[in-house]
């Protein structure tokens, strides 16, 4: 089970933070979003196989930064200077097992996901 929070609605440049916490340790955990009328992206993902490694969508790299707090099955996403390309709702997701790198960025490889959580960023 995966609970996500810390959606809201902001000025470009602004900062928020979304939370997501499982209740159970997790080997690929991450974001995903979907803005009106798009299919759902990849954003980042933390996959714990591989040392704790980060990945993130080329569209965020610079301005997004995903931690964690492991005593608490805790995923963090730090959003730096939203752009009201940013919009969407933001889906926090996991998986348990293992799987191979090349498969972390898609939807079908993630086996949990959070209710979403809103992100408007107006210009």
């Known amino acids: 089970q995966l609970q996500a929070s810390g959606g809201g609605l902001v000025q470009a440049g602004d900062s928020l933070r979304l939370s997501c916490t499982a209740s159970?340790?997790?080997?690929?955990m991450g974001w995903f979003r979907q803005a009106p009328g798009l299919e759902r992206e990849f954003v980042a993902t933390?996959?714990?196989?591989?040392?704790?490694?980060?990945y993130y969508a080329d569209s965020v790299k610079d301005r997004f930064t995903l931690s964690t707090d492991n005593a608490k099955n805790t995923l963090y996403l730090q959003m730096n200077n939203l752009k009201p390309e940013d919009t969407a709702v933001y889906y926090c997701?996991?998986?348990?097992?293992?799987?191979?790198?090349?498969?972390?960025?898609?939807?079908?490889?993630?086996?949990?996901w959070g209710q979403g959580t809103l992100v408007t960023v107006s210009s």
């Open positions: 997701a996991a998986r348990l097992s293992s799987i191979v790198l090349s498969a972390i960025r898609l939807e079908s490889s993630y086996n949990y």
């Open positions: 159970e340790r997790t080997a690929l």
């Open positions: 933390v996959r714990r196989t591989s040392g704790g490694r980060i």
